[in-house]
């Protein structure tokens, strides 16, 4: 069973900085894509920011030059250092990440796995 567990999530004011974490835990063989999404209340989930096994890195217009992407291939994490907040960057922020296990009976499988998400909350 492959796990993605999420913190740093908070209250901070507008223009205040947070940084987000996310340990993946389990029977993993690999991490290839992995990423942050968020949903604010009576909106749709989508994507922040993604980067690949190779360090490329994709964001959505409204966070570059804001937020950054990073990942530790070793400790199975990924980072999202989040800068110049403000207050439509509300909502639950989830880790996204697409792995290859390897299940109970040793055969490797590709899947992809969601965090239970971490509330950022931006306001005076």
């Known amino acids: 069973q492959v796990q993605l567990v999420e913190s740093g999530g908070g209250l901070v004011q507008p223009w205040g900085s947070l940084r987000l974490s996310c340990v993946a835990s389990?029977?993993?063989?690999?991490?290839?894509?992995i990423g942050w999404y968020r949903q604010a209340p009576g909106k749709e989930r989508e994507l922040v920011a993604t980067?690949?096994?190779?360090?490329?890195?994709n964001y959505r217009d409204s966070v570059k030059g804001r937020f950054t992407i990073s990942r530790d291939n070793a400790k199975n994490m990924v980072y999202l250092q989040m800068n110049s907040l403000k207050p439509e960057d509300t909502a639950v922020y989830y880790c996204?990440?697409?792995?290859?296990?390897?299940?109970?009976?040793?055969?490797?499988?590709?899947?992809?796995?969601w965090g239970q998400g971490t509330l950022v909350t931006v306001s005076t």
């Open positions: 996204n990440a697409k792995l290859v296990v390897r299940d109970p009976y040793y055969i490797l499988r590709s899947v992809e796995v």
């Open positions: 389990g029977s993993i063989v690999s991490i290839n894509d």
């Open positions: 980067i690949t096994s190779s360090s490329s890195s």
